[in-house]
Structures are given as C-alpha cells and as structure tokens.
C-alpha cells in the first residue's frame, strides 16, 4: 500500500482532468514495474472537490505478469488537485484488498489543501 502526496510539473495550461490521465500512464510504465510487464487496465475518470477546491481523479487497476508474486498487481488512485502548481495524490493498494482499499479512501476523505 503507498499514499503520496507531490506536486506535478507539467505546464501549467494542462487542465488537471489531463494532468491525473497522464500521471497514471506514468505510474504504469514507470520504475516501479519495470520488472513485471505491467498493464494498465482501464481508466475511470472523475471531477471531485478538495476541500471545495476543482480537482480530478482517476482509477485503474496495474496488474502484472510475474507468477512469483503473489499480487496480481494493484488498484491505483490519482487525485490532481487545481492549485499552483498542481498537487497531487497518489494512492495504491494491492488488487482486491479490501482492508488496504478502505484505509485509503479514509486517507482520501481527509485531504485537505494548505492555503
């Protein structure tokens, strides 16, 4: 289970709907599954608030291609929250774990924005 919290350095005219889409691209083809043929399944995409403040979310589930784990990969959550610069959450949890899942959508629920 991870939950992050960074800020993106995209160019600033990039709305955060696109921001999330294109992060969690990133998280599927970066270091972090190198090793293990990931695949990004497909994207749910959604407009929330933070603390009333426009954001984006988007889910998808990594899994991966490695029989020696016994993880078929995780659940992956990207909040891209409309500040300057852009902040945003990441949040995953192994597939199917729902003790994990619940832990991060309580992680979730409590995000707040530093003003």
Same mark, same amino acid.
Do not use: H, W
């Given at each position: 289970? &991870?939950?992050?919290?960074? %800020?993106?350095?995209? =160019?600033? #005219?990039?709305?955060?709907?696109? &921001?999330? /889409?294109?992060?969690?691209?990133? =998280? /599927?083809?970066?270091?972090?599954? #190198?090793?293990?043929?990931?695949?990004?399944?497909? %994207? $749910? $995409?959604?407009?929330?608030?933070?603390?009333? %403040? $426009? /954001?984006?979310?988007?889910?998808?589930?990594?899994?991966?291609?490695?029989?020696?784990?016994?993880?078929?990969?995780?659940?992956? =959550?990207?909040?891209?929250?409309?500040?300057?610069? =852009?902040?945003?959450?990441?949040?995953?949890?192994?597939?199917?774990?729902?003790?994990?899942?619940?832990?991060? #959508? &309580?992680? %979730?629920?409590?995000? $707040?924005?530093?003003?």
């Amino acid at each position: 289970m &991870q939950a992050e919290v960074a %800020i993106t350095n995209f =160019v600033p #005219s990039m709305n955060v709907s696109t &921001q999330a /889409a294109k992060l969690i691209n990133c =998280v /599927a083809e970066g270091p972090g599954y #190198s090793n293990a043929s990931p695949t990004l399944g497909p %994207i $749910k $995409k959604s407009s929330i608030t933070v603390e009333g %403040i $426009k /954001a984006a979310r988007v889910d998808a589930d990594v899994t991966i291609a490695d029989p020696a784990r016994k993880v078929k990969g995780d659940s992956v =959550v990207i909040i891209a929250v409309d500040t300057k610069p =852009v902040t945003i959450f990441l949040g995953a949890t192994p597939i199917g774990d729902s003790a994990s899942a619940g832990l991060l #959508s &309580q992680v %979730i629920g409590s995000l $707040k924005v530093s003003k």
